[in-house]
């Protein structure tokens, strides 16, 4: 769960400041988290890159890696929608 929070937190962090400047905020639309290696501690490197950002809707890939090596522990992508925040 924690691993998609992150996904799910970053993407839209990053969605939202894309968006900001034309007055529009973003909602979640689909998360989808694929874990790929076990981890009980330690610290990791969350990235947030954008695959499509159209008028409407917005793509985002999410990778999670340890930092300490660099490993892939947790991948995701975030479909987001764009809209006019409520008055």
């Known amino acids: 769960g924690v691993y998609a929070a992150a996904v799910e937190s970053i993407g839209s ?3 939202s400041l894309s968006v900001v400047d034309d007055g529009l905020t973003v909602v979640g639309v689909h998360n989808s988290t694929h874990f790929t290696a076990s981890m009980s ?3 990791v490197d ?3 890159t954008p695959v499509a950002q ?3 809707q917005q ?3 999410v990778d999670i890696t340890r ?3 660099g490993r892939l522990v947790a991948t995701g992508q975030l479909r987001l929608q764009n809209v006019a925040p409520r008055p």
Request: overall charge neutral; charged content about 20%.
């Open 59 to 61: 793509l985002w890939n």
């Open 41 to 43: 501690e330690g610290r």
């Open 46 to 48: 969350v990235v947030a």
């Open 67 to 69: 930092s300490c090596d």
């Open 13 to 15: 962090v990053a969605a």
């Open 54 to 56: 159209g008028r409407t």
